[in-house]
Each structure stands twice: as structure tokens, then as C-alpha cells.
């Protein structure tokens, strides 16, 4: 799936995306900008990026999304579960688990404004060198009331670690 611009995607019943993989960026979505507006779940499950954001690539827009669960995604680069360059907000309880990286942010990178809300989940994620659950580049990330739980980072040396969480700055 592909959003640009002020495009919205709204879907009545769960969504899922699953299995994909794309070349650069956001094996189950890429997003310039955008609404993703679900009255179920949304779930990227087991897709691939040979580049950024394995589940989903958010890049230099605003994008919001409702309810999602990122599960079993893999990027060659960073952010297994969700590779995030713009302003990215999650809204109601987000599951963010069993992702890789390669490199840093298993289950989620950014290098722009996250936040995580209240119910959020951050689990078993892996990068194999720092980051595990989540790798913060820059930007402002705000997180409340989530469980980061079992994530894990790989690395050695004095910038590389953090299996929960890995701040660059």
C-alpha cells in the first residue's frame, strides 16, 4: 500500500497486509502522508524491505494510524517494524512485535516525532546492532503506558546496545 499526500485509506473491519516485500522502502506500506483509518486492527504481517521501515516507511509527512499491530516484518536496514522519518502517531494501543533489523531499530526506528500510546506493546524485537525495540535517531518520541518487553540488540561497543530502547544523541 502506497499513501501520498492527504490520501485516506478507511476500512469498516480489520485490514491485513501480509507476505509482501518491495525492493526499497515499506514492505507492507509506504507513506509520504496520510490517514490510515481502521475500525478494527490493521496488521502488517511477515513483509519485507530490502531498505527502510520492513512493515511500514513513514518519509517527511504526517501520517496517522489507527489500531495497528506490526508482527514478523524484516528490513535489511533499519526499522524492522516501522522505519519512521516524518510525524507518525499511533492512535489507540499498538502491537509492534517479533521484527528485525539488520542493522538498528527492530522493531521501530525514527529519526522524526513518534508517539506511542497508552497499551502499546514492544516485544521480541531484534536488531543486530542497536535498538532492539526501538532506536531514536532524533525528533521527539513520546511513549505512555507501553510494555517493551524481551527485544534485543546484538551489538558490541559504545554505540551499539540498548535491547529495550537506544538513544542516539
Avoid: E
Avoid at 522493531?107 to 506493546?121: F, H, K, R, V
Avoid at 526501538?134 to 546496545?161: F, P, R
Amino acid at each position: 500500500l502506497q499513501l501520498a499526500g492527504n490520501a485516506t485509506v478507511r476500512c469498516w473491519g480489520n485490514m491485513l497486509i501480509y507476505g509482501d516485500t518491495v525492493a526499497a522502502y515499506g514492505g507492507g506500506v509506504f507513506s509520504t502522508g496520510g490517514t490510515i483509518d481502521t475500525k478494527g486492527t490493521f496488521t502488517i504481517d511477515s513483509c519485507g524491505a530490502k531498505l527502510y521501515g520492513g512493515g511500514l516507511c513513514n518519509f517527511s509527512n504526517t501520517l496517522t494510524v489507527n489500531a495497528i499491530s506490526l508482527t514478523r516484518n524484516i528490513a535489511k536496514t533499519t526499522g524492522g517494524g516501522i522505519h519512521n522519518a516524518g510525524t507518525l502517531t499511533l492512535n489507540g494501543a499498538a502491537t509492534i512485535r517479533d521484527n528485525y533489523s539488520q542493522t538498528a531499530g527492530g522493531g521501530i526506528y525514527t529519526n522524526a516525532d513518534l508517539s506511542l500510546p497508552s497499551g502499546s506493546t514492544l516485544s521480541n524485537n531484534t536488531a543486530t546492532t542497536s535498538g532492539g525495540g526501538l532506536y531514536v535517531n532524533s525528533g521527539t518520541t513520546t511513549i505512555i503506558g507501553t510494555s517493551i518487553t524481551g527485544n534485543q540488540a546484538n551489538g558490541t561497543g559504545t554505540t551499539k546496545g540498548g535491547g529495550g530502547i537506544y538513544v542516539n544523541g
